[in-house]
């Protein structure tokens, strides 16, 4: 009876997880590309050059993404406040070439950032 309970339980552990001798059972397939973060921002009539242009000009990396350390800080500020203040400059000034933020304010401190206030 015991060896019974245990290749019940043993069955619906492997069956509810997806896994089985032979390897789990998850979906391969094509996944989207994460967007970079200057897919995020749009100006109409702007092509995909352009934009990565003016995102460079406004302090950020050829590649479409944000730099993952701050380009400067100031006597005493901490790096993640360096960092959120290069992020908010550079916010600011793609926001004054006209772009519109189209990416998520998913946590408080996405809503806090200048970004958000021009949704």
Known sequence: MRIIRLCIALGL??????????????????????????ESWERPGTLADTRLADWQACGGNANGTFSKKPKENFDGEEIRQA????????????????????GKCWNDYWKSMPACDSQ
């Open 83 to 102: 960092y959120k203040r290069q992020i908010a400059e550079q916010q600011i000034c793609l926001i004054n070439k006209g772009y519109h933020y189209i």
């Open 13 to 38: 552990t492997t069956s509810l997880s997806g896994c089985f001798c032979w390897g789990c059972f998850v979906p391969l397939g094509d996944y989207p590309t994460p967007l970079k973060e200057v």
